[in-house]
Each structure stands twice: as C-alpha cells, then as structure tokens.
C-alpha cells in the first residue's frame, strides 16, 4: 500500500512551453501533497505545500504564478511549470500525506524529470 | 534559521560498517527520517525516530539524542547496492520536513 505515482517520469520541452505534472495517491486519501525541487548533488527543496480544496502555500522564493498547483482532489494534485525555462530544468518530487494517518507520514512519488531546451 | 548538516560524502568497504552523523536546529520537532536516495530516483523511507535511543531495523539503525540535536544512521555488513546518498530530514512544529544536503555513501569492494 501507500503508493504515489507520478505522470510523466520524465519530459523534454521547448523554452517558453508549459509542462504539467501529476502526482496521485493510487491507495489512499491524500488531503495534503507537498512538491519538492532537486537540483544535481543537492538537498530536496520543498516549493509548496498543496492541500486538497485549498490554495496551495508557496515557500519563500517560489513563485506562485509559474508553479501553478491544483489539488481538486484527495488522490491528484497537479504541478504546472508556466513559461518553462532552462534553469527550471530539474527533478521534481511530490509526496502525499495519508488521511487518516499519522502527521509524520509522507509517500514519495518516483519523481520527474524536466529538461527545458 | 533552520539548518540540517551532514557530511557530503563517506567512502567505506563492502562488508563493514559505517555511521553517518546528521546534527540540526529547527524550530520545534516532530521526528527526525533517514531516507536513502539512488541517483535519479526518488527518496525511499528508511527510519523515523521522536524518542531518544536506537532504532535497529534489519542491517539499519538509526540514533536519536533530542538534547544535543544529533542522530546517526548506522549500516551494517554493507553491500555495493547500499551506495546512494543518505538524508536526514527533521520535522517541524508546522509538520513540514526540513532536509539535510544529503551524505553519498561510496561502497569499495
């Protein structure tokens, strides 16, 4: 159980174009999903917190209208890069919080790949 | 501010042991994760402590001192698959994680 999936695994696109990711709970009831960017040899860094039927919150730096985000609902949340660009080029992660569950909990989807030409 | 530190990389033999040390400063805590990374893969769960002491799982162990700030990651009879990068994580008191840089551990035969 606790399976996250991530669609698609990995994505090449032209500069300017706009690519949009998915994360699903394929086995439980996700009400919080949170987004991560990694960048080679580095940490993962959280870009923004996304829960169900809500407004996502955004971490400092992250802009909220390039990383557009929809959690419409318990087991998909969406991430859509706006405008892509080179240096958005990266490994992004989701994971999903289970309800019920223990708040310590996070399920880690397989992740995507983005190249931006 | 936050913070979360971890040697950037350990080299180690096949067959023995090695402990990776993660120290950090959050504000509040709600458990510190180890998770182990493969390059190009996403981070798979490996132990979660909130109490002070040892966690042993199979070849893993995992150590807690909430008072000094400190844990450390402990594999045993290493094989070539453990080569990956090691995170610690540290949950806050708003329940988000806060990652460490990542250890990558190199096996040698």
């Known amino acids: 159980g606790a399976v996250v999936s991530q669609h698609p695994s990995w994505v090449i696109c032209k500069s300017g174009t706009s690519v949009k990711i998915e994360c699903r709970s394929l086995?439980?009831?996700?009400?919080?999903m949170f987004w991560y960017r990694q960048f080679p040899k580095q940490s993962l860094m959280l870009m923004a917190t996304?829960?169900?039927?809500?407004?996502?919150?955004?971490e400092q730096g992250v802009e909220k209208d390039k990383f557009l985000i929809n959690h419409a609902s318990l087991t998909l949340s969406t991430l859509t890069v706006t405008s892509a660009h080179p240096e958005d080029s990266s490994f992004y992660i989701c994971?999903?919080?289970?309800?019920?569950?223990?708040?310590?909990?996070?399920?880690f989807g397989p992740g995507t790949r983005l190249t931006v030409l | 501010g936050q913070n979360i530190d971890q040697p950037t990389e350990m080299t180690a033999t096949e067959g023995a042991i090695v402990q990776i040390n993660c120290t950090y400063q959050?504000?509040?805590?709600?458990?510190l994760f180890w998770y182990q990374q493969h390059a190009g893969e996403a981070p798979t769960f490996l132990s979660y402590?909130?109490l002070d002491g040892l966690e042993e799982k199979g070849r893993f162990s995992s150590f807690l001192s909430r008072s000094k700030g400190y844990s450390y990651l402990l594999l045993k009879e290493l094989q070539m698959k453990d080569s990956a990068s090691y995170l610690c994580?540290?949950?806050?008191?708003?329940?988000?994680?806060?990652w460490g840089a990542g250890t990558k551990l190199i096996i040698k035969p």
């Open positions: 994971s999903a919080r289970p309800l019920p569950g223990d708040y310590n909990e996070q399920f």
């Open positions: 086995d439980f009831q996700a009400t919080t």
């Open positions: 996304s829960n169900e039927g809500s407004k996502a919150t955004y």
């Open positions: 959050t504000s509040g805590f709600n458990g």
């Open positions: 402590n909130v």
């Open positions: 994580a540290v949950m806050d008191s708003n329940y988000q994680l806060i």
